[in-house]
């Protein structure tokens, strides 16, 4: 091989290593809590990406984890922590990323019905399923803010919408569906990812994510493939759209909140993650125009609050 081609590859090498250390120490110096916020609101221009870009759901839905692993797969590489990965993960991975695929379809459809702010509100209804989850089969115990959350939270979704469900639309109603399966499949997909990390092993930052988005992209294509779907990108303001979403959103977002998260208090994290959905609401308003009352703002301020009573309503065991 050219002497020439090995040294240019070398330093191609070391410096992707620098980079990676440069990113690893600036998380570091930065108070979590700012880090949390910036990958909160990161994240919460997912559903705009979805909107704005046009394509059918379960197109968007494999262009986001698709880009999200290839932006994964060099970090995971050059920080060397591929190499501890242990194939008793393989199983976990597949079924988690199978869930997180589902999650994403029912999601992106969600938000082409009834819009970014209320799918991405209702899908974050996982809250709850994963606290009945912690009671019924970890035996994590429930505090009384928790019970008094859920009547308090399907108030405030019964205020967003505004209407009584006979009056709704059939696609509405259908975006209201399909919102609630992807907090069903988020829960599965929580519940898995938690499986993976409790592990006793190293800690890994980047290979879970990297392998979950490839599993969730080929199970995705799988579903393109056989309903006859596409993969075609229309445009090329649609493939920004989509490059945002993997990009920010599968991979920047979560890399900074599952890297600070753990050194925050529990219950304040659940406060700053709620920055998410209330963003996407507000997107929702002020990009695409979403008609909002007065009625409507309280409702979504009533579901949000009964969402952070959630997040905080588990004792820890």
């Known amino acids: 091989m050219n002497p020439h081609r090995l040294e240019s590859k070398s330093k191609a090498n070391c410096a992707t290593y ?99 702010g209320l799918a991405t509100i209702i899908g974050n209804f996982q809250v709850f399923l994963m606290a009945a989850c912690g009671y019924f089969f970890f035996k994590e115990k429930l505090k009384v803010r928790y019970i008094f959350s859920l009547p308090l939270a399907f108030t405030g979704l019964f205020l967003v919408i505004g209407n009584s469900w006979q009056t709704l639309s059939a696609n509405y109603r259908l975006g209201i569906f399909l919102g609630i399966m ?20 190293e800690p890994t930052r980047f ?46 977002g979560w890399l900074l909140i599952a890297n600070a998260l753990p050194k925050i208090h529990a219950s304040f994290a659940g406060l700053i993650l709620l920055l998410q959905p209330s963003l996407s609401f507000v997107w929702d308003v002020l990009l695409f125009s979403r008609p909002t009352s007065a009625l409507n703002w309280f409702g979504a301020a009533i579901t949000l609050l009964a969402i952070y009573m959630g997040l905080t309503g588990r004792a820890r065991r």
């Open 18 to 116: 620098a980079c990676g250390n440069f990113f690893k120490n600036l998380l570091m110096s930065i108070n979590p809590i700012f880090v949390v916020l910036c990958g909160a609101f990161i994240i919460s221009f997912s559903a705009v990406w979805v909107k704005l870009a046009g394509v059918p759901p379960t197109t968007s839905a494999f262009y986001r984890v698709f880009f999200g692993f290839l932006f994964l797969l060099p970090i995971t590489l050059y920080s060397g922590e591929l190499k501890r990965f242990k194939s008793s993960q393989i199983l976990p991975i597949l079924l988690c990323g199978t869930a997180f695929a589902l999650d994403l379809f029912f999601w992106h459809a969600s938000i082409l019905y009834i819009g970014p």
């Open 182 to 201: 992807t907090a069903v499949c988020y829960t599965f997909y929580l519940l898995l990812l938690r499986r993976i990390q409790s592990e006793k092993n």
């Open 207 to 252: 290979t879970p994510l990297m392998l979950i988005s490839l599993s969730s992209a080929a199970c995705l294509a799988v579903m393109i493939t056989i309903s006859g779907g596409s993969f075609a990108i229309p445009t090329i303001s649609a493939a920004a759209f989509l490059l945002c979403l993997g990009l920010l959103s599968q991979a920047v």
